[in-house]
């Protein structure tokens, strides 16, 4: 096969999701290797969900310039951390608005993207019944490969799966 001009399929822009929680960490790891090997471009993603701040009768700015402050200093270090891993061209972006629809449709078409890739869930129980999971959205809806981390870098599972 190989004298044959089989051409491997690779990625040229990796996405991944990153919110602070754990499963967002372990995605971080495994996207900066994948870009790696495909030598890719990462983009590292942070969306601040505005409806967290419509409950106070009106849009509350304070909180999300205090989410926002968070979000840029959680990507910078996300970025240096990709970088001194050997991930050439680092991009992040801040969005705002409903998780699900950024990291399906919005961003992926903005940038370009031909795989995203997200921590298993980031939902308890009781979230993922009301506002369903992101990455069972993404799944779904995204028009490009979706990557589901459940695993750390070694492929093992960090947590036991008795929710």
């Known amino acids: 096969m190989e004298g044959r001009g089989v051409m491997l399929q690779q990625y040229q822009k990796i996405m991944v999701a990153v919110d602070g929680s754990n499963e967002a960490e372990l995605a971080f790891q495994k996207a900066v290797n994948i870009a790696k090997r495909n030598e890719a471009s990462?983009?590292?993603?942070?969306?601040?969900?505005?409806?967290?701040?419509?409950?106070?009768?009106?849009?509350?700015?304070?909180?999300?310039?205090?989410?926002?402050?968070?979000?840029?200093?959680?990507?910078?270090?996300?970025?240096?951390?990709?970088?001194?891993?050997?991930?050439?061209?680092?991009?992040?972006?801040?969005?705002?608005?409903?998780p699900k629809l950024i990291i399906a449709k919005q961003i992926p078409q903005d940038k370009d993207v031909d795989l995203i890739i997200l921590g298993a869930t980031g939902l308890n129980a009781v979230e993922r019944l009301f506002i369903g999971s992101v990455s069972e959205y993404v799944t779904r809806n995204a028009s490009c490969d979706v990557l589901i981390v459940r695993t750390d870098v070694e492929n093992k599972r960090t947590y036991n799966e008795e929710e």
Do not use: P, W
Not at 45 to 55: G, K, N, S, Y
Not at 77 to 85: G, T
């Open 42 to 98: 990462l983009l590292l993603v942070h969306v601040i969900d505005t409806r967290a701040f419509q409950d106070v009768n009106s849009f509350d700015s304070m909180l999300a310039d205090q989410a926002t402050e968070l979000a840029k200093q959680s990507l910078s270090d996300y970025r240096e951390n990709a970088k001194n891993s050997g991930v050439e061209q680092v991009e992040t972006v801040i969005e705002y608005g409903s």
